[in-house]
T-cell receptor, first 115, second 112 residues
């Protein structure tokens, strides 16, 4: 069975600084995808970044990058140059390939950006 | 990318009543998922709804409490039956469109 662990219930970061949100996972399937979502207080789920288990390069999307360490089964999200609007809940999730399965989510990390 | 319209966006309900949440997608999708997010918690999968077949429920969720309909490839409903305050949550539908996952804006239910 798949499992996602996010050990940081809450994080604080100074505006314009970088922050790393931790995520470890467990799966017996060799093919899987890892996702990060942002959930602001309004409740919608905003897709941030995706990493496939066979991808050689770490994924990047603008200010978001994913530090993928397959041997350690970790997929940490790095947000550079934090902005006040980055304050939200962040969820790490995974699903197996082929993609006909739902996402399994971690418990989330609440990020607060301080001016 | 799929665009999902979820209704209602929020509602306040009385204990013992039932509420149906609608999820409309602007493209045909095979797989739809319904999630529940209790206050301060993560998303928990309720069921997977494929068109033309019965929904598949996760452990802890039963059809009598959360009946789901999937009449076609663009629409699904989730009913929360005989509600209690413990059902106060955000309910989200999600679709798989060509391997990409998209979420509705969520339905925030408060049960008094």
């Amino acid at each position: 069975a798949q499992k996602i662990t996010q050990t940081q219930p809450g994080m604080f970061v100074q505006e314009k600084e970088a922050v790393t949100l931790d995520c470890t996972y467990d799966t017996s399937d060799p093919s899987y995808g890892l996702f990060w979502y942002k959930q602001p207080s309004s409740g919608e789920m905003i897709f941030l970044i995706y990493q496939g288990s066979y991808d050689q390069q770490n994924a990047t999307e603008g200010r978001y990058s994913l530090n993928f360490q397959k041997a350690r089964k970790s997929a940490n999200l790095v947000i550079s140059a934090s902005q006040l609007g980055d304050s939200a809940m962040y969820f790490c999730a995974m699903r197996e390939v082929p993609f006909n399965t739902p996402l399994v989510f971690g418990k989330g990390t609440r990020l607060s950006v301080i001016a | 990318s799929a665009v999902i319209s979820q209704k209602p966006s929020r509602d306040i309900c009385q204990r013992g009543t039932s509420l149906t949440i609608q999820c409309q997608v602007d493209s045909q999708v095979t797989m739809m998922f319904w999630y529940r997010q209790q206050p301060g918690q993560s998303l928990t999968l309720i069921a997977t709804a494929n068109q033309g077949s019965e929904a598949t429920y996760e452990s802890g969720f039963v059809i009598d409490k959360f009946p789901i309909s999937r009449p076609n490839l663009t629409f699904s409903t989730l009913t929360v039956s005989n509600m209690s305050p413990e059902d106060s949550s955000i309910y989200l539908c999600s679709v798989d469109d060509g391997g990409e996952l998209f979420f509705g804006e969520g339905s925030r239910l408060t049960v008094l």
